[in-house]
């Protein structure tokens, strides 16, 4: 139960700085670089999915040991659906059920849409992209897969 926490913690704080480099770059390739919106938002979004793979490997999931390809590849689509979610959520809202004020736009898309792609984004990241061993029904409820913690922790 303690394992699983700091599997959700050190997620989220992965998530975190990400989002700010997401959100941070976008501001930047938008305002001073002067790109259009889609451009600046694909950009920055490549960048968040660099950190936040690189945050997941380096700390929460690195006792998985992911190798090659395959595993950013499979992250990339895992943030894509999570992303996905997001807009679906706001298009719903704005253009289904017709609420279509910025404060409306925000709570549909990076309140309920955002909650709901974080979830899709922990549940891929955890069984699709690190899965210890030979998948996630071997697991025992802990980071490594025995009765113990995961050692060395930069979670705790």
Same mark, same amino acid.
């Given at each position: 139960?303690?394992?699983?926490?700091?599997?959700?913690?050190?997620?989220?704080?992965?998530?975190?700085?990400?989002?700010?480099v997401?959100?941070?770059?976008?501001?930047c390739?938008?305002?001073p670089?002067?790109?259009?919106?889609?451009?600046?938002?694909?950009l920055?979004?490549?960048?968040?999915?660099?950190?936040?793979?690189?945050?997941?490997?380096?700390g929460?999931?690195?006792?998985?040991?992911?190798?090659?390809?395959?595993?950013?590849?499979?992250?990339?689509?895992?943030?894509?659906?999570?992303?996905?979610?997001?807009l679906?959520c706001?298009?719903?809202?704005?253009?289904?059920?017709?609420?279509?004020?910025?404060?409306?736009?925000?709570?549909?898309?990076? @309140?309920?849409?955002?909650?709901?792609?974080?979830?899709?984004?922990?549940?891929?990241?955890?069984?699709?992209?690190?899965?210890s061993?030979?998948?996630?029904?071997?697991?025992?409820?802990?980071?490594?897969?025995?009765? @113990?913690?995961?050692? @060395?922790?930069?979670?705790?």
């Amino acid at each position: 139960m303690v394992a699983d926490r700091r599997e959700l913690l050190g997620f989220a704080c992965v998530g975190l700085l990400a989002y700010a480099v997401d959100l941070g770059l976008f501001t930047c390739l938008r305002g001073p670089a002067g790109l259009g919106p889609l451009t600046a938002k694909a950009l920055s979004f490549v960048a968040g999915c660099a950190v936040a793979y690189a945050g997941n490997a380096l700390g929460t999931y690195r006792h998985t040991r992911t190798r090659g390809l395959r595993p950013c590849a499979v992250f990339l689509a895992v943030n894509a659906a999570g992303a996905a979610v997001q807009l679906l959520c706001l298009a719903v809202s704005h253009y289904g059920l017709g609420l279509t004020s910025q404060r409306a736009d925000t709570v549909s898309g990076a @309140g309920i849409g955002m909650f709901l792609g974080t979830i899709l984004r922990f549940w891929g990241t955890r069984t699709l992209v690190f899965r210890s061993g030979s998948g996630s029904a071997d697991r025992t409820g802990s980071w490594n897969g025995t009765s @113990g913690g995961r050692v @060395g922790s930069w979670t705790g």
